[in-house]
């Protein structure tokens, strides 16, 4: 319940008292740098690309490889509290997160510096004295039990860390575990530094990607208060010249803006929702079908402290936050050439906000937007024509970390809007508002036609989602079902424990499932854990359906590779890596008035195991402040 105060406001408090809170054992340094180290928040509203850095233009590394050297750093206090990534680029130090280009089949290094904690030796060394790192060490678990999900028990497990350790996430990338490890921590070594070693796969389709924090505990933080940037693995030959790509990256306001106007004190809600949790010992298991559960009753009351929630189910009592696009207030300010083809690469770089994308005339008539690529992946599927083909819609919905790539061209004079719109978030959930992101405008003609495109509605049958899609019908019996539900509570003091909120994504396919939150658990000198919540064969197709029991929405990403969103666009199938998860439905609860009951709202997705590295990596709500308090699984492949 008022998700949005939490989201923020306990990040900034958590950064703020760093110095004061002590870090988990193993922890070497101590104190917190204050410097200025990242650039002032505020920037122009006319829009700025981030630096392009060209990993092929990097210096070489001890080991020959190009490396870019990425130190996280803190700065600022209050609401103009920030994280940033400084490093060197052509001769200048920059701190601007920077669009990383790669192609298919580079091999690259890149470090990832912990200037958090205090100043690490990590950065100034050659990379051959950079020790292996190892995964992030969890306390020990103290386990409580509750009654969840369809009288299930929970095994709660409750974890608190300052956002002071941080890793590396390339997220959309398809290589093996052993380059891409999430479970790994800067601060498992004196040296706090993690050197990665990557080979972008040959198959990776060419298109836009994210990279991010995934230290658990502290993502939330990190991404919402400033790390989080584009990589883009380019076609073979560029069909666009540079100055026709922009990068358009959502993100928090810096300083923190929260639009409180409508937001009642949704105080009183945690309180009763507390005290019903409590009030559940002792029930029995419901019988239940995993891919039509039936309704059940929300955590969080109707009425409380005389405020009462939206009857409809979709407005939540946590406040708005204003947005920022590449650092720009939005909206920000974007001049393109008159009749040149322009590819806007727009990227989610919030921790926890979902956006409804519109494009609108001067008038406010919606204009239909011509996606190319969802995360990455072309919708013709053909890297050496990523722009080929496209799907007309007139809104797209990306959650943190989505990307879609869109292609338009205008006429001489003519503006566009960009635009955010106001959509279901649930009562659980946070208010979600109108908001303008880009203003477009047309110069002239130029004199000489720089550039010329074909780009054609796409055949969906013809792409890679389509043809998935086609395989699953036509082999129903080959396709394992899965059923994955989303839940959420809140829990009384217990012990040492504090009240808290917890999430947890639970397979319950069979009636045995104990919800229980993200706890990785490592054989001595292992790098991944050893204790999967699910394990899928290589070679396999699934589908899984995603089933949001509670009254806010969520964000299923999975690493290592891509599924089809069966409706990505209403009635089309595209490849995606981060779907959104509507909000369930509310309905009269004749028992208990002010619990109303949750209908479980379903999303299916089909992920194709076929082309999967055999590994061991994670899937969990991108909405990170559910993530970092348990919203995420350990998946295995063999
Ligand atoms: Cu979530």
């Given at each position: 319940m008022n998700a949005r105060r939490f989201v923020l406001l306990p990040a900034l408090a958590a950064v703020a008292s760093m110095a004061t809170v002590a870090p988990n054992a193993g922890f070497a340094a101590a104190g917190v740098s204050h410097a200025n180290m990242c650039a002032p928040p505020a920037g122009a509203q006319e829009l700025v690309d981030p630096p392009n850095v060209e990993v092929w233009n990097l210096p070489l590394n001890a080991q020959g490889d190009h490396e870019l050297i990425l130190a996280v750093h803190h700065a600022g206090h209050g609401a103009g509290e920030r994280f940033c990534y400084r490093y060197l680029w052509s001769g200048v130090v920059q701190t601007v997160a920077p669009t990383i280009r790669v192609h298919q089949g580079e091999h690259f290094a890149i470090r990832i510096v912990n200037d958090i904690v205090g100043p690490s030796?990590?950065?100034?060394?050659?990379?051959?004295a950079i020790p292996p790192c190892m995964p992030m060490a969890m306390p020990a678990p103290v386990t409580h039990h509750y009654v969840g999900y369809l009288n299930h028990t929970i095994d709660d497990r409750y974890m608190k860390v300052p956002p002071v350790d941080t890793n590396l996430h390339l997220h959309g990338f398809e290589g093996p575990e052993s380059e891409e490890n999430i479970f790994l921590s800067t601060l498992s070594t004196p040296m706090h530094a993690c050197e990665y070693h990557v080979t972008i796969p040959a198959t990776q389709p060419a298109g836009t990607y994210m990279y991010h924090p995934h230290a658990h505990g502290a993502s939330d933080a990190q991404v919402a208060l400033g790390l989080a940037g584009v990589w883009i693995v380019e076609p073979r030959a560029a069909p666009l010249p540079d100055a026709d790509e922009h990068v358009i990256m959502l993100r928090y306001r810096i300083p923190v803006v929260l639009d409180n106007s409508f937001a009642p004190d949704g105080t009183p809600f945690v309180a009763a929702a507390i005290s019903h949790e409590a009030s559940r010992a002792g029930a029995t298991p419901v019988p239940y079908d995993p891919f039509n559960p039936p309704p059940w009753p929300d955590s969080y009351p109707m009425n409380a402290g005389g405020i009462a929630s939206d009857p409809n189910g979709c407005d939540g009592l946590g406040s708005d936050v204003l947005m920022s696009v590449n650092g720009a207030d939005a909206p920000a300010k974007l001049t393109v050439p008159a009749g040149v083809p322009q590819l806007l690469r727009i990227v989610n770089g919030t921790s926890d906000t979902a956006s409804a994308l519109q494009l609108h005339d001067e008038s406010g008539k919606v204009q239909p937007m011509r996606l190319v690529g969802l995360d990455g992946i072309p919708v013709s599927g053909d890297s050496a024509r990523p722009l080929a083909t496209y799907v007309s819609t007139g809104e797209v919905m990306i959650t943190s970390m989505s990307r879609v790539d869109v292609l338009m061209t205008l006429e001489p004079g003519q503006k566009l809007t960009l635009s955010t719109e106001h959509y279901c978030?649930?009562?659980d959930g946070f208010f979600e508002g109108h908001h303008n992101l880009v203003k477009i405008s047309a110069g002239a003609v130029p004199a000489t036609q720089t550039s010329t495109l074909d780009s054609a509605p796409a055949v969906i049958a013809n792409t890679p989602a389509g043809k998935l899609v086609a395989f699953a019908h036509g082999h129903p019996s080959a396709v394992h079902r899965r059923a994955l539900t989303f839940t959420e509570y809140f829990f009384p003091k217990n012990g040492k424990v504090p009240a808290h909120d917890a999430y947890y994504v639970t397979?319950?396919?069979?009636?045995n499932f104990h919800e229980h939150p993200f706890w990785p658990t490592y054989a001595s000198g292992a790098t991944v854990p050893s204790n999967p919540d699910i394990v899928v064969k290589r070679g396999s197709v699934e589908e899984w359906?995603?089933?949001?029991?509670?009254?806010e929405t969520h964000a299923f990403h999975i690493h290592q590779m891509a599924f089809v969103q069966?409706?990505?666009?209403?009635?089309v199938p595209l490849m995606a890596d981060t779907v959104f998860v509507p909000v369930g439905k509310l309905l009269p609860n004749?028992?208990?008035?002010n619990y109303a009951l949750v209908k479980p709202r379903i999303t299916k997705i089909l992920l194709d195991f076929r082309n999967v590295p055999r590994g061991t990596f994670v899937f969990h709500c991108h909405m990170l402040f559910h993530e970092d308090r348990g919203m995420m699984a350990i998946v295995k492949v063999v």
């Open positions: 030796k990590g950065e100034g060394v050659a990379s051959t978030m649930g009562v397979e319950t396919t069979n009636p359906y995603l089933i949001n029991a509670t009254m069966e409706r990505a666009v209403p009635g004749k028992r208990d008035p």
